[in-house]
């Protein structure tokens, strides 16, 4: 079963992109802090998270740099051929749900 949660904090401002076909995509990358035993300090590990059509529209509207968001969804696997020919991939969070945590406030900050 592929699903995954995460919770954290926006790194900037959702972008969305409304498509020719009338999909809509929207696209930020979330925060999630986590401890590190070694270190004994919290990390923060850098999600891609991609949303497609209402829950799209809704993330772009709200999601803002700072805000805390909970995602759920599945891991995606984005590869592609750069200009110079190398293949390059990435892993990303396909989302299903978006909720809002915090207060408006959090995004004041």
């Known amino acids: 079963m592929n699903t ?3 919770i954290g ?3 900037q401002d959702a972008e969305i992109r409304y ?3 009338g999909k809509v995509k929207t696209t930020f990358s979330l925060a999630v802090n986590r401890w590190d035993s070694k270190t004994k300090e919290n990390v923060a ?3 891609n998270i991609e949303v497609w059509d209402k829950q799209a529209e809704f993330a772009g509207e709200y999601v803002k740099k700072g805000r805390e968001v909970a ?3 599945r891991i995606s696997i984005s590869k592609w ?3 110079s020919g190398e293949e390059k991939e990435r892993f990303l969070i396909i989302a299903n749900d978006i909720r809002l945590l915090g207060s408006r ?3 004041e900050v």
Do not use: I
Request: charged share 35%.
């Open 71 to 73: 995602v759920d969804g």
């Open 81 to 83: 051929t750069d200009q």
């Open 19 to 21: 498509f020719e076909s």
């Open 9 to 11: 904090r926006a790194g």
């Open 105 to 107: 406030r959090d995004t």
């Open 4 to 6: 995954a949660t995460v």
């Open 45 to 47: 590990d850098w999600f």
